[in-house]
């Protein structure tokens, strides 16, 4: 276990404005793959599907629809008030998608002991998840504002590469705010644009709870503040999402004996934001795909994704690490390799068995496998309707599309090769046509089920173990 970092990134200062400045490369690619919610308000079906989010949201908000959760309700809300807080230096509210063993074997190295100060599991493992959360945050964080009033920071307007995004698709800013009678800067609305749930639903419900340090909390505070305000936060895309999706998927890599419960996990975080009032299905979805897609980008060492110094106070590492607090990865997947026999070795000592046999002992939420797909194949569209129906009609092939969407199989079970990957991610493609899922190779991580296409996978590579012996 390394030290205690002495400055982390807090969950409000995530959440704050960030510093103007030009769009990158990887943050166009996510613009680009995010624009078709501008242009939802310009087709009778677009606008279907914006009606379609603000029920399905309240309704799950409210109870009033009944999903397959993987907790009775009242423990579904509590966790969800746990869930406010990001742990994304260390993953720790996450790792008990491990499983009751393994999840407590990582939680009793890597925790946090308030807003600040947090430990991690190993230095390798600290890097990995600061670069790539890092990368996947700004990606997130580059649409809110975008979104909301085409700036960078609410005040100072994009670049003029990022502004013809808009143009090009026909799209407009506000949209959730224009659509729910919520127009940016009204009264209760968000100064910015793109109203949260709280803000534009006919019936919230409150509620107290614990939060993640056991603290007495209501969910409000994490809304309204003090814990955390949203008030003036754009909805779109889900930031909590793509953090849930980026360092579960993370351990699903290192953990590839709990891949599917990781991403069963990484679903039950992003439905929690809808549960507790502060985000739509939309947000879920885009913040899912930005996850998704960067994870891929970095797994395929994309030269616009690794080898950049990324200063990241929530790293709680002073190894590899430069001296202004930067960290750089230049080889994505050698990184992963180091932090996956750095995490195992360490579960291993933990546990006192093997990862099988420890991943295989779980007395949790996640031991139901049955229950996790069902849960999670509620969360693929939340049953929108279709925008595009040119691509819910038509098959999409991944490979073709987005390539190196394969690696984010391939890199947990390696017996597999990219090109079957890439089949078995098309082969197990959630429904086409949502308002994402334009054709674009964004759109195709809008889609991905990750859950079924890790079960194949994992089914192949124990086939091939097996007549390997």
Same mark, same amino acid.
Request: net charge negative.
């Given at each position: 276990m390394i030290h205690p970092s002495r400055v982390a990134l807090g969950v409000l200062i995530a959440l704050a404005p960030l510093p103007a400045r030009a769009q990158s490369a990887p943050n166009l690619a996510a613009l680009r793959g995010l624009a078709p919610v501008s242009a939802l308000p310009g087709t009778p079906e677009g606008q279907a599907a914006l009606a379609a989010n603000l029920k399905v949201t309240g309704?799950?908000?409210?109870?009033?629809?009944?999903?397959?959760?993987?907790?009775?309700?009242?423990?579904?809300?509590?966790?969800?008030?746990?869930?406010?807080?990001?742990?994304?230096?260390?993953?720790?509210?996450?790792?008990?998608?491990?499983?009751?063993?393994?999840?407590?074997?990582?939680?009793?190295?890597?925790?946090?002991?308030?807003?600040?100060?947090?430990?991690?599991?190993?230095?390798?493992?600290?890097?990995?998840i600061g670069y790539t959360n890092n990368?996947?945050?700004?990606?997130?964080?580059?649409?809110?504002?975008?979104?909301?009033?085409?700036?960078?920071?609410?005040?100072?307007?994009?670049?003029?590469?990022?502004?013809?995004?808009?143009?090009?698709?026909?799209?407009?800013?506000?949209?959730? %705010?224009?659509?729910?009678?919520?127009?940016? %800067?009204?009264?209760?609305?968000?100064?910015?644009?793109?109203?949260?749930?709280?803000?534009?639903?006919?019936?919230?419900?409150?509620?107290?709870?614990?939060?993640y340090f056991g603290k007495p909390s209501h969910s409000l505070d994490w809304l309204r503040g003090p814990g955390q305000n949203l008030m003036d936060s754009p909805s779109y895309p889900s930031g909590h999402t793509t953090y849930g999706y980026t360092e579960s998927l993370l351990l699903a890599l290192l953990v590839p004996e709990r891949y599917q419960q990781m991403i069963a996990r990484a679903a039950e975080y992003g439905n929690n934001r809808i549960v507790v009032g502060a985000h739509y299905a939309m947000d879920v979805i885009g913040g899912r795909a930005v996850a998704l897609h960067a994870v891929a980008h970095l797994l395929a060492n994309d030269p616009a994704y690794v080898g950049q110094s990324r200063k990241n106070p929530a790293i709680a590492n002073e190894m590899s690490r430069d001296t202004d607090g930067a960290v750089t990865l230049t080889d994505y997947p050698a990184a992963l390799r180091v932090a996956r026999?750095?995490?195992?070795?360490?579960?291993?000592?933990?546990?006192?068995?093997?990862?099988?046999?420890?991943?295989?002992?779980?007395?949790?939420?996640?031991?139901?496998?049955?229950?996790?797909?069902?849960?999670?194949?509620?969360?693929?569209?939340?049953?929108?309707?279709?925008?595009?129906?040119?691509?819910?009609?038509?098959?999409?092939?991944?490979?073709?599309?987005?390539?190196?969407?394969?690696?984010?199989?391939?890199?947990?079970?390696?017996?597999?090769?990219?090109?079957?990957?890439?089949?078995?991610?098309?082969?197990?493609? %959630?429904?086409?046509?949502?308002?994402?899922?334009?054709?674009?190779?964004?759109?195709?991580?809008?889609?991905?089920?990750?859950?079924?296409?890790?079960?194949?996978a994992a089914a192949l590579e124990a086939e091939r173990q097996a007549t390997a012996k």
């Open positions: 309704d799950i908000q409210t109870g009033a629809l009944v999903q397959p959760i993987l907790l009775p309700f009242a423990e579904q809300q509590r966790l969800a008030l746990r869930d406010c807080f990001i742990t994304d230096g260390n993953a720790a509210e996450l790792a008990d998608g491990l499983g009751t063993t393994l999840g407590d074997a990582y939680q009793a190295k890597a925790r946090y002991a308030d807003f600040k100060t947090f430990t991690n599991v190993s230095p390798a493992v600290a890097d990995l990368i996947a945050k700004s990606d997130s964080n580059a649409g809110k504002y975008f979104f909301a009033n085409a700036t960078a920071n609410g005040k100072t307007p994009v670049s003029e590469e990022a502004a013809a995004i808009l143009s090009a698709g026909g799209g407009t800013t506000d949209v959730f %705010g224009k659509a729910y009678e919520r127009r940016a %800067g009204s009264a209760g609305a968000d100064l910015y644009g793109n109203s949260r749930p709280f803000q534009t639903e006919p019936r919230l419900i409150a509620y107290r709870g614990d939060d026999m750095e995490l195992q070795a360490v579960l291993k000592a933990q546990c006192g068995d093997t990862i099988k046999a420890c991943a295989a002992a779980d007395r949790g939420r996640f031991r139901d496998s049955a229950a996790n797909a069902a849960f999670y194949a509620v969360t693929q569209t939340y049953a929108l309707p279709v925008v595009h129906p040119k691509t819910a009609g038509a098959g999409e092939d991944v490979g073709t599309i987005a390539p190196e969407a394969g690696h984010l199989l391939t890199a947990a079970f390696p017996s597999v090769t990219l090109a079957e990957a890439n089949a078995i991610l098309t082969s197990t493609l %959630g429904p086409g046509g949502g308002f994402l899922n334009d054709g674009s190779a964004f759109g195709i991580y809008s889609r991905l089920d990750l859950y079924a296409a890790a079960g194949k």
